[in-house]
């Protein structure tokens, strides 16, 4: 299996404009989970999925994050408007039946 | 309350030394506490974990002990090597309601010197 994928591995945008990530998930994998890493907040989970439904959105911070799961093997994170705050490392990971969560080799969304 | 604190933030070590690495938790529904091993410009990856009905997991030169009483559960590295030198997270596992999550530690850097 190729693990977790994410795609644009680097993101540079202007405040204001809209960014979205995306990330398939391992097949067979029935929970999908998406993480912001900074050097100040540490590794925060934003939301979780589990069998495409969202379970938990309480660690996203505003209005201007959304997140969808339209099947199993595609998610998206979009940020509108995008503010320099935003910039930080998106990492996605997906679960199966053990505990263990496989991480994506991560998004650095940079906002200026 | 869902928090695990983690100590130290950074660690230097030479090569063959112990690593060190604590961690302290509140809430009595963490019932999974993993370490993830993170490479700079990659994700965090499992590195090992236990159960809190054990004291403690050895594999290989890592070795988690877990102190149910004192919710104190610590990494420690034997023989570290120049290739352990990564950023290194706590986590517990938060089961309530309708959620089911990893809550992780703030990392703590650790530099293995040749």
């Known amino acids: 299996d190729a693990g977790v994928i994410q795609s644009p591995r680097h993101e540079v945008t202007e405040m204001g404009q809209e960014v979205t990530l995306r990330c398939k998930p391992i097949?067979?994998?029935?929970?999908l989970f998406w993480y912001r890493q900074t050097m100040m907040r540490g590794l925060e989970l934003l939301i979780y999925?589990?069998?495409?439904?969202?379970?938990?959105d309480s660690g996203m911070p505003e209005d201007r994050f959304s997140a969808k799961m339209p099947n199993a093997s595609f998610s998206t994170l979009k940020i509108q408007p995008s503010e320099p705050r935003d910039s930080a490392v998106y990492f996605c990971?997906?679960?199966?039946?053990?505990?263990?969560?496989?991480f994506g080799p991560g998004t650095r969304l940079t906002v200026t | 309350q869902q928090q695990v604190k983690q100590s130290p933030q950074s660690l230097i070590v030479q090569k063959g030394g112990i690593s060190i690495i604590n961690c302290a938790y509140e809430?009595?529904?963490?019932?999974?506490f993993p370490w993830y091993q993170q490479f700079p410009g990659k994700g965090p990856a499992l590195l090992i974990a236990?159960?809190?009905?054990?004291s403690e997991k050895k594999e290989g030169r890592f070795t988690i002990s877990f102190n149910k009483s004192a919710k104190q559960f610590s990494l420690h590295i034997m023989d570290s090597q120049p290739g352990d030198s990564a950023t290194y997270f706590c986590?517990?596992?938060?089961?309530?309601?309708?959620?089911?999550?990893?809550?992780f530690g703030t990392g703590t850097l650790l530099a293995v010197q040749p």
């Open positions: 097949s067979g994998h029935d929970y």
């Open positions: 986590a517990a596992r938060f089961y309530g309601g309708a959620t089911n999550k990893l809550i």
């Open positions: 999925f589990n069998n495409n439904v969202p379970i938990d």
């Open positions: 236990i159960r809190p009905d054990v």
């Open positions: 990971a997906s679960r199966g039946l053990t505990y263990e969560q496989y």
């Open positions: 809430n009595t529904a963490f019932d999974y």
